[in-house]
């Protein structure tokens, strides 16, 4: 009877044994993840790292991955090829198919940029990041004020009424706007336009070396042209400039980056 016992309870630790293996198995596996990058690159080419090894390079809108398999909650440091600059990291997920969406214009990189369904396919959904080498901007956060531009097409006069201001703008993009489609008639011409100020104020967002002596600085506008009903954009502000120091145009650059993220 003795020996009998025994025999079971040395069955019941080896396959106690066997359920431990098992379970850490297991455990192991469940934090293995693959990550895939996706975006757009403006400038240089950019490497990705764990552990100081590189996983990806990518340039322009092309990212090129080894394909392997890594741990989750590891950390991926971006950086400069070119200089071997950190520019920052992102930390993966837990999910095993992952995709983090890349942005780098030259100054700001972004691993998080999400398109955003609008909630009314009449509307058309925004978000804004604002970026420039320019050398006369004063380098913190914009507002950016949204307003309704109306052209009267007897008079050719513009006015303009607020729509909102999406404050604290940086290069990373902003909280997600969604536009109603603007009515339009025979006599007018309904467009969003888009002017930048220093955050928290009504100021132009540059130091006292900018050269206005081109522009009327109430005046500095732009309309967003391009408003397609149910589509979502990523639009890149910048100011337009005629000397990459000091000279000021009377307008910004809008790009939208949306199709490197769809």
Not at 182 to 210: H, S, W
Request: aromatic fraction near 12%; proline fraction near 3%.
């Amino acid at each position: 009877m003795i020996k009998i016992k025994y025999f079971f309870l040395l069955v019941s630790l080896l396959t106690l044994a066997s359920c431990k293996k098992q379970e850490l198995f297991h455990q192991d596996q469940e934090k293995l993840v693959q990550v895939n990058l996706q975006g757009l690159i403006l400038s240089d080419t950019l490497e990705f790292l764990i552990n100081d090894n590189i996983i990806s390079t990518g340039f322009d809108n092309t990212f090129i991955t080894n394909g392997k398999l890594y741990s989750a909650n590891s950390k991926v440091q971006i950086r400069k090829k070119s200089t071997t600059k950190s520019l920052g990291e992102f930390t993966l997920g837990t999910n095993f198919n992952q995709t983090r969406k890349i942005f780098y214009d030259g100054i700001n990189v972004s691993d998080n940029v999400e398109l955003t369904p609008v909630t009314n396919p009449d509307n058309m959904g925004i978000r804004v990041n604002f970026s420039t080498t320019f050398g006369a901007f004063y380098g913190g956060p914009v507002d950016v004020e949204l307003f309704v531009q109306k052209l009267d097409y007897e008079t050719f006069e513009f006015t303009y009424t607020s729509f909102k201001v999406i404050k604290n703008v940086t290069g990373s993009f902003s909280e997600f706007i969604e536009l109603p489609t603007l009515q339009t008639a025979d006599t007018y011409l309904l467009r969003y336009a888009i002017k930048v100020y220093k955050a928290g104020t009504k100021e132009l967002p540059y130091t006292d070396k900018v050269d206005l002596s081109n522009v009327d600085p109430a005046n500095i506008v732009s309309t967003i042209d391009n408003f397609v009903p149910g589509d979502s954009q990523l639009l890149s502000i910048s100011p337009a400039t005629s000397d990459p120091f000091t000279m000021l145009g009377d307008s910004y650059n809008i790009q939208d980056y949306s199709s490197a993220f769809k």
